[in-house]
């Protein structure tokens, strides 16, 4: 966690620096140093501020999943709250929102996934993550299906998500948001069917 006084200019810059030299160099290859260099800074301000490069990538990610929950909240508001389609698909359109594809963005989502698993506090960050996102597909969802039904498609959703991600991650093209989506909708529209008709 960032110590307090750390100067909100900074912050922004050691965030981006660090997300794009996990881009270059992946994050075994992510040093203090490159990081410190890519941003401009010495290498004692991020010890400093962020006892090192756990540290720093700790607040990487709360700031990546702050852009989701503003992204998300910006979704939702576009749509009308008696909409439970048009509402899973903006939940699911935030997933998929501009700066979530990025390709520096979508590599330190696939950096900090894979260190989740080692990691405690990179682990809870994870599983709020994946609370967060069923408990909203889950609400919606339950305005038109049974309890249970809701929490199978919220858990499909989430997986198609997850999915399409990694996929998209491992692809040259990277991830397509569009196509995201549209296999997403097609999925939603089929599960929500026999309860809308």
């Not at 992946?26 to 991020?46: D, F, N, P, Y």
Request: net charge positive.
């Amino acid at each position: 966690m960032p110590k307090v006084g750390m100067p909100e200019i900074r912050r922004p810059q050691l965030v981006d620096a660090t997300m794009a030299v996990i881009n270059d160099v992946g994050l075994s290859g992510a040093s203090v140093t490159l990081i410190s260099k890519k941003a401009g800074v010495s290498s004692g301000i991020i010890h400093h501020y962020f006892g090192g490069k756990h540290g720093l990538l700790e607040e990487t990610m709360r700031t990546v999943l702050r852009q989701l929950s503003t992204a998300s909240i910006e979704h939702l508001r576009a749509v009308d709250p008696n909409n439970v389609t048009a509402r899973v698909k903006a939940i699911v359109a935030a997933n998929f929102d501009g700066y979530q594809v990025e390709g520096k963005v979508v590599k330190t989502w696939l950096a900090f996934w894979a260190q989740a698993m080692h990691d405690g506090s990179l682990h809870r960050l994870q599983r709020v993550n994946e609370r967060r996102l069923l408990s909203h597909l889950r609400y919606e969802l339950k305005q038109v299906l049974p309890a249970d039904q809701a929490l199978f498609v919220a858990q499909g959703i989430a997986a198609l998500i997850d999915g399409i991600w990694l996929r998209g991650a491992l692809n040259p093209d990277g991830i397509s948001a569009e196509k995201a989506q549209a296999l997403i909708a097609d999925y939603l529209e089929k599960q929500l069917a026999p309860y809308l008709s």
